[in-house]
């Protein structure tokens, strides 16, 4: 089994800045896209950023030139660094990993707890 811990996650007023990070354990034998979703009350998760094994980023257009994504592959774990934080960006923010657990078997998704973050206006 697979495990992702999520830290990071508070309360800040717009313009400030906030560092989540989440980290895998488990039997991992690879980890290909990890990223970073959120969702607000009453409205569906959405994407926020990714990033695969080879460091490609992608981010939604609503965080391009604010947030970076980043990972360490030796131990396992990406960060988002959120800059010029808005109200809108209020969320539980989930992390997310597509772990292979062996170098014969599929991969599959694994989820974080989720952390919220609050910006206040």
């Not at 959120?38 to 998760?45: E, F, H, V, Y």
């Not at 980023?57 to 396992?76: E, L």
Request: with cysteine; hydrophobic share 35%; aromatic share 10%.
């Amino acid at each position: 089994q697979v495990q992702l811990v999520e830290s990071g996650g508070g309360l800040v007023q717009a313009g400030g800045s906030l560092r989540l990070s989440c980290a895998a354990s488990g039997i991992i034998f690879s980890i290909n896209d990890m990223g970073w979703y959120r969702q607000a009350p009453g409205k569906q998760r959405e994407l926020v950023a990714v990033i695969t094994g080879g460091g490609i980023t992608n981010y939604a257009d609503s965080v391009k030139g604010r947030f970076t994504i980043s990972r360490d592959n030796a131990k396992n774990t990406v960060w988002l660094q959120m800059n010029t934080l808005k109200p809108e960006d209020t969320a539980v923010y989930y992390c997310n990993a597509d772990v292979k657990m062996g170098r014969f078997m599929s991969s599959r998704d694994y989820w974080g707890q989720g952390t919220q973050v609050t910006v206040s206006s």
